[in-house]
């Protein structure tokens, strides 16, 4: 029996890709939302989920750092996709036949560039792959899409131009994440280890907890905060290290962090992605 990956959007999503690209041998589930996404995996319709985290262009991805802690799921992997997006149309359009184009928010400031110079508007979308499938049912010979070469194929529209991005560094980070735990040692690289905590309410206490880090040589690849219950004074940070935690220095690190924390939680440890 085939094994399943649960990804958030359309058919033909950049999260779509993502499963495609790092776990081909599973079938690719599509969800409407993140949380529908990671009910899958609770209940058992997928082995994993393949949820995006950050971009390099537009950040950080609005809720997931909420959504991961209660999740009840593990990080097991990561996968850093190149994130290509091409101008499709149905077949025999061509690119003077255009007047708009329809992606997702994030998307069209991203070819701002290549549509002023066709002089083509940009109208947004829920979904880049959605746009895409709309696109197919409506007949529409004057509008185009922006979207993935995987749309383009999935939904038969021709690729009028490829890989119109303005910025060549275009990434997405996204997180796999299991019902499972996976603590042992992947691969022969670098592992990450990935945590949520929050901090004692004592004075510099979050200088404190990060002071062990430093004096004990443990690289800190990520620190963001965020509010949670709605409330200005709860804050709770997410944090990704180099090491695993059973390292002599990434064992003294978090032991430092939980003295001065008054919750710390293991999100996951994960073989680093060799496009880090």
């Known amino acids: 029996m ?15 890709q993502a499963c495609r690209e790092y776990r081909p041998e599973l079938e690719a589930l599509p969800c409407a939302t993140f949380e529908d996404t990671i009910e899958a995996v609770r209940r058992g319709e997928a082995d994993l989920a393949m949820l ?11 809720d997931i750092h909420r959504l991961l802690p209660a999740s ?9 996709v190149r994130v290509h997006i091409s ?34 508007r940009g109208e947004a979308a829920a979904d ?18 922006l979207a993935s070469d995987l749309a383009a194929e999935i939904y038969g529209l021709d690729i009028l131009a490829r890989h119109i991005e303005d910025h060549s560094h275009n990434t997405t980070r996204f997180l796999l994440m299991a019902r499972e735990a996976d603590l042992s040692r992947r691969g022969e690289g670098k592992m990450i280890t990935s945590f949520v905590f929050r901090v004692r309410n004592i004075p510099a206490a979050l200088y404190k907890a990060m002071g062990g880090f430093a004096t004990n040589g443990v690289n800190m690849t990520k620190l963001e905060s965020y509010m949670v219950d709605g409330s200005f004074t709860a804050t709770q940070f997410y944090a990704d290290i180099e090491g695993h935690p059973d390292d002599r220095n990434v064992a003294l690190a978090l032991e430092e ?20």
Do not use: W
């Open 87 to 120: 101008l499709m149309a149905l077949p025999g359009v061509r690119i003077d036949d255009l007047d708009t184009v329809r992606a997702h928010l994030v998307l069209l400031p991203q070819c701002r560039d290549f549509l002023d110079r066709h002089g083509i």
């Open 257 to 276: 962090l939980e003295y001065f924390s008054s919750e710390v939680t293991l999100l996951g440890v994960y073989p680093a992605d060799r496009k880090r």
């Open 2 to 16: 085939t094994g399943r990956i649960a990804f958030q959007g359309e058919p033909g999503a950049y999260s779509h």
């Open 72 to 80: 009840g799921l593990h990080i097991v992997d990561e996968a850093f």
């Open 52 to 62: 995006p985290v950050e971009n390099t262009t537009y950040g950080r991805v609005a």
């Open 128 to 145: 880049s792959a959605g746009a895409a499938a709309a696109l197919a049912a409506s007949g529409a010979r004057n509008v185009g899409a």
